[in-house]
């Protein structure tokens, strides 16, 4: 079936502009995850959803950070006001429910910003 | 701050040589996950270690979770250029559902 897909691949912004990124998770699994990588550099963890449990936000590094998950399917991470440090890929994975599971990622959406 | 070390951040070996990676937490692990990161991909789930002590073995792989649940190894037998990545550890805390704890990676090259 069908992995996790992100979009866009890429976006290039000017500082100051807001951007939102999309994650659509594999059909049925109800944990989702988005994390930051910056380049040569691990994965940060920003927030993940599990069901209809409140999302663990502890990871986002700003409150110009905040994420929406819709219908416990689709989920969005918007970015206000972003700065140049905010350049990096940011990747979304889910997985079949919380706990022991691994998690499938999507190809990630290369944000720059200028 | 991190609370997932991972050693050495780079390693460069001639195929066929070993490599082993390592990664340390700074509090007890449920559980540990290890993925791999090709250049220019995502990463990808390899294994999952739970019970302190364990040794899983793939192929050329072999992982290994401490007996206090704290540290975690890779190694990888004879390796070959399609090892050629970054390998990542990935811990999770009791208590903290799914959220995982990833280490900084440790990037493998292969000389053929």
């Known amino acids: 079936g069908a992995g996790v897909s992100q979009s866009p691949s890429n976006k290039v912004t000017e500082k100051g502009k807001d951007v939102e990124l999309r994650c659509d998770p594999i059909s049925g699994h109800t944990a989702l995850y988005w994390y930051r990588q910056s380049l040569g550099q691990g994965l940060e963890f920003l927030i993940y959803f599990q069901g209809n449990s409140a999302p663990d936000k502890s990871g986002l590094p700003s409150d110009r950070f905040s994420a929406e998950r819709t219908g416990g399917s689709v989920s969005t991470l918007t970015i206000q006001r972003t700065q140049q440090e905010d350049s990096a890929v940011y990747l979304c994975?889910?997985?079949?429910?919380?706990?022991?599971?691994?998690?499938?990622f999507g190809p990630g959406t290369r944000l720059t910003v200028t | 701050g991190q609370q997932v070390m991972q050693i050495p951040q780079y390693q460069h070996v001639q195929e066929g040589e070993d490599f082993t990676t390592y990664c340390n937490s700074s509090?007890?692990?449920?559980?540990i996950q290890w993925y791999k990161q090709r250049p220019g991909g995502h990463p990808v789930f390899l294994i999952q270690?739970?019970?302190?002590?364990e040794v899983k073995k793939q192929k050329r792989l072999t992982f290994q979770f401490g007996e206090a649940k704290k540290n975690s190894s890779l190694h990888i037998t004879a390796t070959q250029t399609t090892d050629v990545g970054t390998y990542f550890c990935a811990g999770r805390r009791y208590n903290q559902g799914g959220k995982l704890i990833f280490g900084q990676g440790t990037e493998l090259s292969v000389k053929p």
């Open positions: 994975a889910s997985s079949p429910a919380d706990g022991v599971y691994e998690q499938y």
């Open positions: 270690l739970v019970k302190s002590g």
């Open positions: 509090t007890t692990l449920s559980n």
